[in-house]
Each structure stands twice: as structure tokens, then as C-alpha cells.
């Protein structure tokens, strides 16, 4: 196996399964939330909040039943969007993808998509065409791994301050990284 995270392909690590799916949570981005764990991932950061999503075979497979309920659940008005995490959405973008097109098919702009990632943002940046097509739909990514060392509760929606808030779509226009609201969130 490639040893470089740039390198990683969803082909290499993916079997399409999901942890967990909560409808209309409060903490995996800003308002109500659709929020889908992905299973996988291989970063394992010492600390992991949800070790258990590390293990690709881990939870039950991705269905169109599972699809079609997050898409009916995202049409209530006080849902503001889908938050994928997991898990790596970036080596599960099989799933990832596939969700993601239809929400904005079904939804435009009117609901938002948000991310975390083990990836930084200059590692998606220079990431597998997936990754890459992902982002396209995306509109804020948490970036980059857990670090233990760096871990403060007090920080709006990261476990440690090595991670950023992007505002993906402005990022991807101006050809650097943006961070969402200017950065008026720490």
C-alpha cells in the first residue's frame, strides 16, 4: 500500500459501508444537520473521537433506501444541510459523491454540504480526481488530522487547533485556501 495520503484512491479502502446516519443533530456544523458517518479511515489520529469509524467493514452497506431517507429528511425547512464525516468522506467517495450530487440536484444551493477530513486542504488540493470532483459540491471542509497535542474544546466545530474552517467554493475561485466566515469563528 502507498504510504503517501495523496495517493490513497477510495478504490483502494472503500466497501461503500456507513456507521452511523443522524437526522437533525446540532454539532456536526452550523444549525440542523443530516449528518452521515462514512466507515474507513485510515489517518487513525492518536485521540480519534470515533475510533470505531476506522474500520472500513465497519457498520452496514450504503443503500439507495438510506440515500432516499437523508434526502427526504433534508426536505424539512428547519434542516439547513447534509454533514459528511466519519470516517474519511475522502476515500469513501463512492458514497460521497454519489450523495452529494443528488443533494445539490434535488436541493441547488438551498441546503449546504459540509466536511471533515484527515486531509489538509493542500493535500485535497493536490489529490485523486475524486477528491477533487468532491469538493466541487462541497461548501465547508474541516481540515486535517486529530493531533492530540493540539486538542482545545474550546475551538468551534475542531477538536485541535491544527485544523481549519474552509469556505470551500470561495477557496476553489480564488486558488488558495478562504477560511469560512474569515475566520471569525475561533
Known amino acids: ?3 503517501d495520503p495523496v495517493t490513497w484512491t477510495s478504490e483502494q479502502f472503500s466497501q461503500h459501508y456507513i456507521a452511523d446516519y443522524k437526522p437533525y443533530n446540532f454539532v456536526d456544523g452550523e444549525g440542523v444537520r443530516c449528518s452521515l458517518y462514512v466507515s474507513g479511515c485510515p489517518f487513525a489520529c492518536k485521540g480519534c473521537y470515533n475510533k470505531v469509524a476506522q474500520n472500513f ?3 452496514k452497506p450504503y443503500s439507495i433506501e438510506l440515500e432516499d431517507q437523508i434526502i427526504s429528511d433534508l426536505r424539512e425547512d428547519y434542516c439547513q444541510g447534509l454533514t459528511l464525516l466519519g470516517g474519511e468522506p475522502f476515500l469513501n467517495t463512492g458514497v460521497t459523491l454519489q450523495l452529494s450530487q443528488r443533494v445539490r440536484k434535488e436541493f441547488k444551493h438551498q441546503k449546504d454540504i459540509w466536511s471533515w477530513t484527515g486531509y489538509t486542504w493542500d ?5 485523486t480526481a475524486d477528491k477533487l470532483e468532491l469538493l466541487q459540491y462541497l461548501d465547508v471542509v474541516v481540515d486535517g488530522r486529530f493531533e492530540l497535542d493540539k486538542k ?4 468551534a466545530f475542531r477538536g485541535s487547533a491544527n485544523q481549519n474552517i474552509i469556505d470551500v467554493q470561495q477557496s476553489l475561485l480564488a486558488g488558495e485556501m478562504i477560511l469560512w466566515k474569515d475566520g471569525q469563528y475561533r
Request: proline share 0%; aromatic share 6%.
Open 152 to 155: 482545545d474544546l474550546s475551538l
Open 57 to 59: 467493514a465497519y457498520g
Open 123 to 127: 493535500e485535497l488540493m493536490n489529490g
Open 1 to 3: 500500500m502507498k504510504t
